[in-house]
Nanobody, 128 residues
Framework: QVQLAESGGGLVQAGGSLRLSCAAS????????MGWFRQAPGKEREFVAV????????YYADSVKGRFTISRDNAKNTVYLQMNSLRPEDTAIYYC?????????????????????WGQGTQVTVSS
């Protein structure tokens, strides 16, 4: 049974930092590309970042580029999202997701139905 468990969310002031973690089990982690998505209140879920399973490629939404960094530790079956310079508009539930599908180009990873497994989410609240 595949499980993705996010942690590290919380309340932080604008300009602060948080590091999210997503621990995976029940799958061969190194063969999955791992993504982060978020859903703000009253909005649709949106892509944040992805780390491909091979080659080390990463892709980011324009809204977080330069502030967020995705990384993965295959030995620990964990993907991270380091979030710096947080803004109130970053407030959302953050979800990690896993896909075995290999696609060309970063834009393809923005599509939710590409992903096979999802975590339950962790709340991030940024106060102004």
């Amino acid at each position: 049974q595949v499980q993705l468990a996010e942690s590290g969310g919380g309340l932080v002031q604008a300009g602060g930092s948080l590091r999210l973690s997503c621990a995976a089990s029940g799958l061969t982690f190194s063969t999955y590309s791992m993504g982060w998505f978020r859903q703000a209140p009253g909005k649709e879920r949106e892509f944040v970042a992805v780390a491909r399973w091979s080659g080390g490629a990463t892709y980011y939404a324009d809204s977080v580029k330069g502030r967020f960094t995705i990384s993965r530790d295959n030995a620990k079956n964990t993907v991270y999202l380091q979030m710096n310079s947080l803004r109130p508009e970053d407030t959302a539930i953050y979800y990690c997701a896993a896909t075995r599908r290999t696609v060309v180009g970063g834009n393809a990873y923005r599509v939710e139905n590409l992903y096979d497994y999802w975590g339950q989410g962790t709340q991030v609240t940024v106060s102004s």
